[in-house]
């Protein structure tokens, strides 16, 4: 018999969808449903987490919308004023002179004996 691949998935939003469609499907199968086996019942309390988690996901969410915006925001200054981009600390961003220096190693990291 050949083995069978079950993928779970890493998209948090493909993962509150199954989480949900685990729940409904606990739900509709009662008494019988196979996850009423599992100890200590841990299935009960899934939907509050899988509830908690979508929260923070939106929540995740609406950030990077944020974040995205205010990228575009500075890019737009940087555009405007390409040659003195210190006048955007007039607009509220942080501002540095010093270049991001380079590190070069000229060791090894480690020795092998």
């Not at 998935?9 to 949900?20: K, M, R």
């Not at 199968?29 to 899988?50: W, Y």
């Not at 996901?57 to 500075?74: D, K, S, T, V």
Request: aromatic share 4%; with cysteine; charged share 30%.
């Amino acid at each position: 018999m050949a083995k069978a691949k079950v993928t779970i998935p890493t998209n948090v939003q493909e993962l509150l969808e199954l989480a949900d469609f685990i729940q409904a499907k606990h739900s509709e199968d009662g008494e019988s449903s196979v996850l009423s086996a599992m100890p200590d019942n841990t299935i009960a309390d899934m939907q509050t987490k899988a509830d908690t988690c979508l929260k923070h996901h939106l929540h995740a969410e609406e950030l990077r919308r944020q974040m995205e915006l205010a990228y575009r925001e500075r890019d737009l200054l940087l555009g405007v004023h390409r040659k003195n981009p210190k006048k955007l600390g007039d607009w509220g961003f942080v501002v540095s002179d010093r270049a991001v220096a380079k590190t070069t190693r000229t060791e090894p990291l480690a020795t092998v004996s």
